[in-house]
C-alpha cells in the first residue's frame, strides 16, 4: 500500500516550459515534506522541503504547493531546463525520520 | 558529498545464496537506511538503524535483516537471495535534525539474483 502517491509517472515538457508533479498523502503524521533529485546512475539528493504549516514554498525555479486540507502537494519547476531531465520523487517524513517516497516522476525536458 | 561508501556496487548471485550489501558512513550521523529501489515503485524502506544496536523494519523487510554494532557499518543481509530481490539497493544516512526529511544516499548497489 503506497502511502504516498505520485503523477504523473513519466513527463514531457519543452525547455522553457512548466514541469508540475503532484502527490498526495493519507497519513496525518506525516510532518515534514521533502522532493528528491535523482540523476541517472546516482542516489536522490534533497531537492527542496516544506513544513505542513506552509503554503508554498520557493527556491529558484523550483516551488512547492501544500494544501492541507486536500493532503495534497507538488512540485513545480517553472522555465524547464534540459539540465533538470531526471527523475524526482515525493516523499513525506514521520516518527524517528522515517521518510516515505513516492512512485518517482522520470522528467524529461526537450530542447 | 557525504561520506558514504557502499560495496559491492554491483553483484551477480544465484538463487538461494546469502548476500550482504555494506554502507559505510564517515559522517557520524545517528540514522541509517537500507532502501530498494525498483521500477513503478519509487525507493521502498526496507530497514533503517537509529543507533547502534537499534534497528527497525520498513515497508518491505521480509526476507532481509540488518545489522549496526557500529556507528559507521549497517549492513545488510539476504540470507537467502531469490528472483524477486534483484533490485538497486540504496543505502541512506541522516544527522536526524528534528523536521528536515533530509537523506543522504550512496552511489547504491545493483543485485542480480539468477
Known amino acids: 500500500q503506497q502511502q504516498v502517491k505520485q503523477s504523473p509517472q513519466s513527463l514531457i515538457v519543452q525547455k522553457g516550459g512548466i514541469s508540475i508533479i503532484n502527490c498526495a498523502y493519507e497519513?496525518?503524521?506525516?510532518?515534514?515534506f521533502p522532493w528528491y533529485q535523482q540523476f541517472p546512475g546516482k542516489g536522490p539528493a534533497l531537492l527542496i522541503a516544506?513544513?505542513?504549516?506552509?503554503s508554498e514554498k520557493k527556491e529558484g525555479r523550483f516551488t512547492i504547493s501544500f494544501n492541507k486540507s486536500a493532503k495534497q502537494f507538488s512540485l513545480h519547476i517553472m522555465d524547464s531546463q534540459p539540465g533538470d531531465s531526471a527523475t524526482y520523487f515525493c516523499?513525506?517524513?514521520?516518527?524517528?525520520?522515517?521518510?516515505?517516497f513516492g512512485t518517482g516522476t522520470k522528467l524529461q525536458v526537450i530542447p | 558529498d557525504a561520506g558514504i561508501t557502499q560495496s559491492p556496487r554491483h553483484k551477480v548471485t544465484e538463487t538461494g545464496t546469502p548476500v550482504t550489501l555494506r554502507c559505510h558512513q564517515t559522517?557520524?550521523?545517528?540514522?541509517m537506511y537500507w532502501y530498494r529501489q525498483d521500477p513503478g515503485h519509487g525507493l521502498r524502506l526496507i530497514h533503517y538503524?537509529?543507533?547502534?544496536?537499534?534497528?527497525d523494519k520498513g515497508e518491505v523487510s521480509d526476507g532481509y535483516s540488518v545489522s549496526r554494532s557500529k556507528t559507521e557499518d549497517f549492513l545488510l543481509t539476504l540470507e537467502s537471495a531469490t528472483s524477486s530481490q534483484t533490485s538497486v539497493y540504496f543505502c541512506?544516512?541522516?544527522?536526524?535534525?528534528?523536521?528536515?526529511?533530509?537523506?543522504?544516499f550512496g552511489e547504491g548497489s545493483r543485485l542480480t539474483v539468477l
Open positions: 541512506a544516512i541522516s544527522p536526524g535534525t528534528v523536521g528536515t526529511g533530509e537523506l543522504f
Open positions: 559522517e557520524n550521523h545517528r540514522y
Open positions: 538503524s537509529y543507533g547502534v544496536k537499534d534497528t
Open positions: 516544506i513544513r505542513p504549516d506552509v
Open positions: 497519513n496525518t503524521a506525516f510532518d515534514y
Open positions: 516523499a513525506a517524513l514521520s516518527g524517528y525520520q522515517k521518510v516515505t
